[in-house]
């Protein structure tokens, strides 16, 4: 019974569901769970398109957060984190600028392997007032080195992330790209 009830991302009587973190939420942990595993759904990649108007930038000069795009044949590796359904109202509200969430199979290390469960993650797609789309690395970069608000730089935000994917073993050509530019334009 727990394995079918895990298939679909819940535990039995416990309403827990399974959330996909990709950017902040893979290091910047602070709501409760259950479980921690690290994770991966495919089909999408990490882009930097995502506006930050309340935590790495404000609405008269917004950061630049990542958000997941449909891409063929792309794995995003992040943490997924099985979590009681009340745990959502706080998160909402974290991920209120411009993300939704969506449902999606997400892979995560089992003992045995991997197993793809139901859960969801927060994707911010085009068509959000806050959406900046793609942009070439050197705009990127140059945007990112100028945005702070009230969560801090943004410039930490890609550093942080570059760090977890590190230690996650993750490969993110685009997050690695943009740390490298970052760490050349505003050395330590």
Known sequence: MEGEAMEHGREAGNESVWLFGYGSLIWRVDFPYRERVRAAVRGFS????????????????????????????????GMAYRIDAATFAPLDHREKNGYTRVRLPIEIEADDGVATVEGVTYIAEAGNEAFLGPANLEQMAR?????????????????????????????????????RRLRQLAPP
């Open 46 to 77: 990490r882009r930097f398109w995502q506006g930050s108007q309340d935590h790495r930038g404000t609405p008269a000069a917004p950061g630049r957060v990542v958000t997941l795009t449909p891409e063929a044949g792309a794995l995003c590796v």
């Open 143 to 179: 945007h990112i080195l100028a945005s702070s608000g009230p969560s801090g730089s943004n410039v930490e935000y890609v550093l942080e992330l570059a760090q977890a994917l590190t230690a996650l073993n993750a490969d993110d050509p685009h997050v690695f790209a943009l740390e």
